[in-house]
C-alpha cells in the first residue's frame, strides 16, 4: 500500500475558465477511482476521480449550476458545475453531508492516490487494476467502510475531521 503525504489545508482548486473557485477547509474522507459508465460518459474519459469530503468543509464561489436527476435506486442526485466552462466541480446525493469533490479540479493533483475502486464491472478493458488494490464490481455494500480505512493508513491521519484555520 502506497503511503500519501497529505499537502496543508485548505486545499484549493477551480473550474478550467477560472470563473469558480474553492477552498477545502478539512481532510478528504477517502479518495477513489469510479468506473461507472456515469462518471465515463460526463469525464469523457475512464472513470471519475472522486475526493470524498464533507460538504459543511467546502467554501465555493457563488454561481455554480446544479443539475438535479433521479438514479437508479431514486434517490435525488446533484451536480454542481461551472455555467461558463461547463466543469463539475463536485456532485451527491441531495442532503447528504459527505459530497464528491472533482479531483481533477485541485490545483494540485500531485499527491492524489486512489484507496480503491468501484462499479468495476463497467471499467473499460485496457484498465489494470492490481490484486492488492479494493475493487468492488458495484457500490460498496459497506458504505465506503473499508475504502475510509485504507485511505486513513495511506495518508497517517485518523483524525478525517482536521480543519484549517478560519
Known amino acids: 500500500m502506497?503511503?500519501?503525504?497529505?499537502?496543508?489545508?485548505?486545499?484549493?482548486?477551480?473550474?478550467?475558465?477560472?470563473?469558480?473557485r474553492y477552498r477545502m477547509r478539512a481532510l478528504p474522507v477517502v479518495f477513489y477511482l469510479c468506473h461507472c459508465t456515469e462518471c465515463q460518459r460526463h469525464t469523457s474519459s475512464a472513470f471519475g476521480e472522486?475526493?470524498?469530503?464533507?460538504?459543511?468543509?467546502?467554501?465555493?464561489d457563488p454561481g455554480l449550476r446544479c443539475i438535479r436527476r433521479l438514479s437508479d435506486t431514486g434517490k435525488e442526485r446533484e451536480?454542481?458545475?461551472?455555467?461558463d466552462c461547463g466543469?463539475?466541480?463536485?456532485?451527491?446525493?441531495?442532503?447528504?453531508a459527505e459530497i464528491n469533490l472533482k479531483a481533477g479540479t485541485l490545483d494540485d493533483t500531485s499527491w492524489l492516490v486512489p484507496a480503491g475502486h468501484i462499479w468495476?464491472?463497467?471499467?473499460?478493458?485496457?484498465i489494470k487494476i492490481a490484486c492488492?488494490?479494493?475493487?468492488?464490481?458495484?457500490?460498496?455494500?459497506?458504505?465506503?467502510?473499508?475504502?475510509?480505512?485504507?485511505?486513513q493508513a495511506m495518508t497517517g491521519e485518523t483524525d478525517q475531521a482536521k480543519?484549517?484555520?478560519d
Not at 472522486?50 to 465555493?60: G, Q
Request: glycine share 8%; net charge positive; with cysteine.
Open 132 to 151: 492488492d488494490e479494493l475493487n468492488y464490481e458495484a457500490q460498496p455494500a459497506d458504505a465506503y467502510a473499508a475504502m475510509k480505512l485504507r485511505w
Open 163 to 165: 480543519t484549517a484555520p
Open 50 to 60: 472522486s475526493l470524498r469530503f464533507d460538504r459543511e468543509h467546502l467554501d465555493v
Open 87 to 96: 466543469v463539475r466541480i463536485w456532485h451527491g446525493t441531495a442532503g447528504s
Open 2 to 20: 502506497q503511503k500519501i503525504i497529505l499537502p496543508p489545508l485548505p486545499l484549493t482548486g477551480g473550474c478550467q475558465c477560472g470563473l469558480i
Open 120 to 126: 468495476t464491472r463497467s471499467k473499460q478493458p485496457f
Open 79 to 83: 451536480g454542481w458545475f461551472c455555467p
